[in-house]
């Protein structure tokens, strides 16, 4: 099986080849210093082949990096793809789906706040058929077979092997909308409360009295909050992500600003609970 790169790995041949080009280097100077073929350089900056550290640490040294930042760099050389299994989707979901799932499939942590719906990670079979059931544009039943079944895969990485942090924010409004009825709410807010118990899950409820900007929002972390990260809006035709530094640290105010006026996570579970109440039976 031919290799595939991991994002973080994609992203440390962007690094790289960012400090060869800040150093005023070409790909054969650095190749002839190292006594390497200068295309095994430009092969390392495209991510074309498995990284080899002691090569990451050779080339940091060559550039002077610190060796903080070189352990940094050899961190992301290890973050291997597993199993690609949104590959064959690909034509199905559409290019911008198609990178927010790699995106998620290497998060370390995952940050989101949603003003209108439940998180995808965490939504139901049947709130999720309901809710593409209204999305209009989507009227090809295979299409829509390939959405379900990509976002029920998904939500594997939970509960798997090494599974990511998800803390979610989502507006009170989310557990009072009844996409698909009363009873497909009262099975979602009942799964909720169950993801909630997860370790490495939060779920956060916010007022619709708190005075905060509510936009759909997700940041995908990749290490520490020094480390590289992505940030993704959605909106109804489009979704646009961002990864400058800039970008990165207002998206993390954004989201700080939406969780510190949100309910705690385990006040939170006290209002799913009457929630489950209120809408049981009905």
């Known amino acids: 099986m031919a290799f595939q790169a991991s994002w973080l790995q994609e992203q440390l041949g962007r690094e790289l080849r960012k400090s060869r080009e800040n150093s005023g280097l070409s790909t054969r100077e650095v190749g002839d210093a190292l006594g390497w073929a200068h295309t095994k350089v430009a092969r390392i900056e495209r991510a074309a082949n498995q990284f080899d550290q002691g090569d990451i640490v050779r080339l940091g040294r060559h550039y002077r990096i610190a060796d903080q930042e070189i352990e940094r760099l050899c961190r992301m050389a290890a973050a291997k793809v597993t199993d690609a299994w949104w590959e064959r989707y690909k034509q199905a979901v559409g290019a911008d789906y198609f990178t927010l799932i790699r995106y998620e499939n290497d998060a370390s942590r995952m940050q989101s706040t949603q003003p209108s719906v439940v998180h995808g990670l965490l939504q139901t079979h049947d709130y999720l058929v309901n809710l593409i059931g209204l999305n209009l544009k989507i009227k090809d039943p295979d299409t829509i077979d390939s959405l379900i079944e990509v976002r029920l895969l998904r939500q594997r990485r939970l509960t798997g092997d090494e599974p990511p942090l998800l803390d979610v924010?989502?507006?009170?409004?989310?557990?009072?909308?009844?996409?698909?009825?009363?009873?497909?709410?009262?099975?979602?807010?009942?799964?909720?409360?169950e993801s909630a118990e997860l370790p490495n899950i939060a779920i956060r409820v916010l007022p619709d009295t708190a005075l905060v900007a509510r936009l759909p929002l997700d940041l995908y972390e990749f290490g520490g909050e020094d480390e590289p990260a992505i940030a993704a809006s959605e909106t109804p035709l489009s979704t646009v992500t961002y990864d400058?530094?800039?970008?990165?640290?207002?998206?993390?105010?954004?989201?700080?600003?939406?969780?510190?006026?949100?309910?705690?996570?385990?006040d939170s579970i006290t209002y799913i609970e009457r929630r489950i109440s209120e809408t049981r039976g009905q």
Do not use: C
Request: without cysteine; positive net charge.
């Open 169 to 193: 924010t989502l507006a009170e409004s989310v557990f009072h909308t009844p996409f698909g009825g009363t009873a497909v709410l009262h099975e979602q807010l009942r799964s909720l409360r």
């Open 244 to 266: 400058s530094p800039l970008h990165i640290r207002k998206a993390r105010r954004i989201l700080r600003t939406a969780q510190e006026a949100a309910l705690s996570p385990e």
